[in-house]
C-alpha cells in the first residue's frame, strides 16, 4: 500500500509539470498551476504614470502622458488688419477715422524753437481694435493736389529692409522747390522724408509715402522716433503701431508738420505721440507753394505785426462759421476738414462770440 501511494504522488507530480508547460490552469488535489497569459483582477490595475515631458528623465516604456494644453489665446481684435496691402483692409475706413481724429482732437501746435512736442498728453490715438500681431501696410491715395495722407504699418521684422535702399531721386513731392542755405545740414534746405521711413518698412520710392519735409523736419523731427522703433523691434522681435499723418492747411502744398503715433503691440514699453514741425531755423517757407528765403530782422516785425492785425479783424467781424457740435470747433467753409451732417451747424457770427460761446478754432484751417 505504501509502494502504491508513493507511485502515486509521482504520477501527479509529473501530471502538474507537464499541465504548467502547456500553459493551462487546472486544480489538481490541492495544487493550482496558471497559465503564462497574465490574467489580471481589475481592481488591481495601477494608476497611469504622470509623466513631466519638459524633462528627459522619464520612463522610456510602459508611460502614459498626461500633457495639458493651455488655453491662452492670442488677442488679435480686428481681422480687417491681418494682411499687407490686401482688399481685404478696409483702407478708406482706416483713414476716415484717422482724418476724423485730426480733425476733432487735433490743433497745430506754435513752433517755438523745439522740433517736436508731446500731443495728447503723450498717449497715442490708437483704438483697442487696431491691436494685431499681423503686419500689414497702409499708404493713402494722392489727394486732388497729389498731396500724401495718412500712412500706417504694423511694424515688425517681417516687412523690415533686407536690401540696401534705391534712389528716389524721381519722385517730386508737392511744394518741391529746393534751395540752398550754407547754415542747413548738408546745404540742401527740403529733404524727400520718408513717412514710414526706410529702415522701418523698406519702401523705396513710393510717392504715396514721400513728402517734401525741411532737412530740420528729418533729422531733428523725425530720426530720433524712427531709431526708437527700430531698435525696439530689433531687440524684442515684437510689433509696433505706426501711423504718420501729414497736416496740411487748406490748400497748401507743403504740410507744416507730422503727427506721429506709435505703440508696441505685445508690452507697453513703447507708446509716443508727437508732433515734429515742418520748419527750417532761420528760412521763411511759404506754405502754399514751397518757396523759401532767408529770414531777415524785417520778417519777424512783420509777422507779429501782421499777425495782431489779423487777429484784431477777425475777433469783431462777422463771417460764415461751420460748427462741430461734437468737438466744439468751428471751421471756415473752405476748411478741408468739415465736421460730417450729424456734427454740423452753419452759423453766422465773430470770432470772439464763438470763443466765448465755448468753441475753439480748427487746428487746420485756423479761422
Known sequence: MKRNK????????????????????????????????????????????????????????????NVVTPSVTPFIPDDTLIVINSEDIDTEEIIESTEEIVDTTFNIPEYTGDAWVYINDNIPFFTEEEYTVEPFEI???????????????????EI?????????????????????????DGKYLYNRCHLIGFQLAGENANPKNLITGTRYLNIDGMLEWENKIANYVKETSNHVLYRVTPIFEGE??????????????????????????????????????????????????????????????????????????????????????????KNRKDVIATREELINAGYSPCGICKP
Open 6 to 65: 508513493k507511485y502515486l504522488s509521482i504520477l501527479m507530480l509529473s501530471l502538474m509539470f507537464l499541465l504548467s508547460a502547456c500553459g493551462k490552469t487546472h486544480s489538481v488535489g490541492d495544487f493550482q498551476v496558471s497559465e503564462n497569459t497574465q490574467t489580471v483582477n481589475e481592481n488591481s490595475i495601477p494608476s497611469p504614470v504622470v509623466v513631466d515631458i519638459s524633462s528627459n528623465n522619464y520612463p522610456k516604456e510602459d508611460v502614459t502622458t
Open 139 to 157: 499708404y493713402s491715395d494722392l489727394d486732388y493736389l497729389g498731396r500724401c495722407g495718412v500712412a500706417y504699418a504694423n511694424i515688425c521684422k
Open 160 to 184: 523690415m529692409p533686407t536690401e540696401e535702399r534705391e534712389s528716389i531721386g524721381d519722385v517730386k513731392p508737392t511744394g518741391w522747390i529746393q534751395n540752398k542755405y550754407d547754415w542747413v
Open 252 to 341: 497748401n502744398l507743403l504740410c507744416n508738420g507730422l503727427l506721429m503715433e506709435a505703440s508696441s503691440v505685445e508690452d507697453n514699453n513703447l507708446s509716443f505721440c508727437v508732433y515734429a514741425f515742418n520748419v527750417q531755423p532761420n528760412v521763411v517757407i511759404d506754405y502754399k507753394t514751397g518757396n523759401n528765403r532767408a529770414y531777415s530782422t524785417e520778417d519777424y516785425e512783420i509777422i507779429e505785426e501782421e499777425e495782431n492785425n489779423i487777429l484784431l479783424e477777425t475777433n469783431v467781424e462777422e463771417k460764415n462759421y461751420i460748427l462741430n457740435t461734437s468737438s466744439n470747433k468751428f471751421h471756415l467753409e473752405t476748411c478741408t476738414k468739415l465736421p460730417s451732417d
